[in-house]
């Protein structure tokens, strides 16, 4: 081979090694993505161990993990009224590795927080929803009421007296209480609590007088029939899992109406292909068997696969915000 021959072969095999090198490194994140995920996902609760969403997150963490290949960690990260846990997943890395689950304080938290260090329709990703929660108007066993019309009659004669235990500012067992103590026209002694697991523990044991809560939460020791009173669900119809506990729409507080709703979300970033990783995992887990009989348990259901998107999930929140927005403004609630 001659010297022009050599050189032309060597600048053939330095473009063809270049252009090798280019290939690999444009697959790179491609095939980063692919693999993903290859360590275990963190699921951050904003709420205490044995509160409703908590129990919501363990039930699905499972079944995800399943789909995925890789295990689905739950942590707690409780505090100021559920929005520790937001602004941690929103500030973590756009990987996929940490991901939130919260019900519907994502919708109300703009209105009841004068600061809030993220906003939920801007610094994150949407998965999916997952489920409407109906809740449930409650007593301790030994209240003096023995159905809602004593109850009313008791309330508005000894107002100064009851108490109203929630799960903490900003809890939707704090607007459920707020939402029935407006509609009946009096001012109750509220008592907020690090979590719903923590209030209801409380009100079974006698220290405070009415919680509302969710069925997640109140379904096993509303059917044991040992431990509390239920005097009505805040659905429009009643429940098929529980058909004999009137709504309190029934009974006269008509319109009441609050069902909590679940999303998972990741921080803003997460790359799309990791995004539709986590919804397909999700979808799979709110078909699981076992998951169908939690939630059958516990008196509620999955929302509809249509609603299991990113899409529905972003435009529902956007929604909400709106309408629990007018709500707290008219109500005049701050948290902070």
């Not at 032309?8 to 290939?23: E, M, N, P, Q, Y």
């Not at 239920?230 to 507080?253: A, H, Y």
């Not at 970033?269 to 539709?276: K, N």
Request: glycine share 8%; net charge positive; with cysteine.
């Amino acid at each position: 081979m001659n010297a022009a021959a050599t050189k032309t072969w060597k600048l053939k095999a330095l473009i063809a090694a270049s252009a090798g090198a280019c290939l690999l490194a444009a697959a790179s994140p491609a095939a980063a993505q692919a693999a993903w995920p290859d360590k275990p996902v963190v699921m951050v609760v904003p709420y205490s161990a044995g509160g409703p969403t908590d129990v919501v997150a363990r039930m699905l963490a499972v079944p995800m993990g399943k789909s995925l290949g890789q295990t689905v960690v739950v942590e707690n990260t409780v505090g100021a009224g559920g929005t520790i846990a937001p602004t941690r997943v929103a500030k973590a890395a756009p990987n996929g590795y940490t991901i939130l689950i919260h019900h519907m304080g994502m919708a109300t938290a703009p209105a009841l927080y004068k600061k809030l260090n993220y906003d939920p329709l801007k610094d994150f990703e949407y998965i999916g929803q997952v489920m409407d929660v109906p809740m449930t108007l409650l007593s301790r066993k030994d209240f003096p009421a023995n159905n809602f019309k004593e109850l009313l009659a008791y309330v508005k004669t000894n107002k100064d007296k009851v108490s109203l235990a929630n799960a903490g500012i900003g809890a939707v067992s704090q607007l459920c209480g707020m939402l029935f103590a407006h509609q009946i026209g009096v001012q109750l002694t509220t008592v907020p609590y690090k979590g719903a697991g923590p209030a209801l523990n409380d009100l079974m044991g006698g220290q405070v007088d009415l919680l509302c809560d969710q069925t997640t939460q109140t379904a096993p020791v509303i059917k044991d029939g040992q431990r509390v009173k239920v005097f009505g669900v805040t659905t429009p119809k009643r429940l098929s899992s529980m058909p004999d506990i009137p709504t309190l729409d029934e009974q006269g507080l008509k319109g009441f109406d609050v069902k909590v709703w679940h999303g998972v979300y990741a921080p803003k970033g997460t790359p799309p292909a990791v995004i539709d990783k986590l919804n397909v995992a999700l979808r799979a887990a709110l078909q699981d068997d076992n998951v169908k009989k939690r939630f059958a348990e516990l008196s509620t259901e999955a929302v509809p696969m249509e609603k299991v998107t990113p899409e529905a999930l972003r435009s529902h929140l956007a929604a909400e915000i709106e309408k629990w927005g007018k709500v707290i403004r008219a109500a005049g609630v701050q948290a902070d």
